[in-house]
């Protein structure tokens, strides 16, 4: 979505300006967000295709990512979880054609059409704060499935992150909502604890101590 400053360069409007404006327009792209046919989801499709044609490991994280494994929650932007040669070689191949930094020297990249924001999660990195933990962002090729024709990381790594960056901060604190709501929604068991990294399973394990199951999804 583009708009043009007098005598100036072309402007992006961003999807995260267009929902805080135009709070009917918000409403509607909720709806079609929740059939598969928002903007984030077309990002989405064309992001993963490009990679895929370039042969750039990677998979899908974050809000997409529980949308897919089947929580469904409306979310703004799309977060990939990449290696560091694999960024590189994102901005050297598509920064400039379909994809525009939201800043200089950026790790993130922007669609130029459909004006969502794409962010990079890069292998070796830390979730949540970036601070040094047991949990780091994995090589997607050792943690992906797909789902829907979409390459995503598996429910045990998507889980591990997100508790692995709930705990790090309270400003983190919808990462643990998260996964008490795809905890819910996959029924999962106590012992799934037992799979998860060891710094993160006593918070699983505490979490679904204290889940209402006959409560809805949030």
Not at 156 to 168: H, N, P, Q, Y
Request: aromatic share 8%; net charge negative; proline share 7%.
């Amino acid at each position: 979505m583009r708009t043009m400053n007098a005598g100036g360069p072309t402007v992006i409007t961003t999807y995260e300006d267009k929902l805080a404006r135009d709070r009917k327009w918000a409403l509607l792209e909720g709806s079609m967000h929740f059939e598969g046919r928002s903007a984030v989801y077309d990002a989405l499709h064309r992001i993963t295709a490009r990679l895929r044609e370039l042969n750039i490991p990677h998979a899908v994280v974050g809000g997409m990512a529980l949308f897919l494994h089947g929580y469904e929650r409306f979310t703004r932007d799309i977060d990939i979880l990449v290696t560091r040669p694999g960024l590189e070689e994102i901005h050297r191949r598509l920064e400039g054609l379909g994809y525009v930094p939201p800043f200089e020297g950026s790790k993130n990249l922007r669609d130029a059409e459909f004006s969502v924001r794409i962010e990079f999660l890069v292998t070796g990195e830390y979730p949540g704060d970036g601070k040094p933990k047991p949990v780091a962002f994995p090589d997607p090729s050792a943690v992906v499935t797909e789902i829907a024709g979409i390459p995503c990381v598996n429910l045990k790594t998507l889980i591990e992150l997100k508790l692995a960056s709930g705990m790090s901060s309270i400003e983190r604190a919808q990462d643990i909502a998260d996964v008490v709501n795809i905890t819910k929604a996959h029924r999962l068991p106590r012992d799934f604890g037992e799979q998860l990294n060891p710094y993160v399973r006593p918070k699983f394990e505490e979490i679904w101590d204290g889940i209402r199951w006959d409560a809805p999804l949030e």
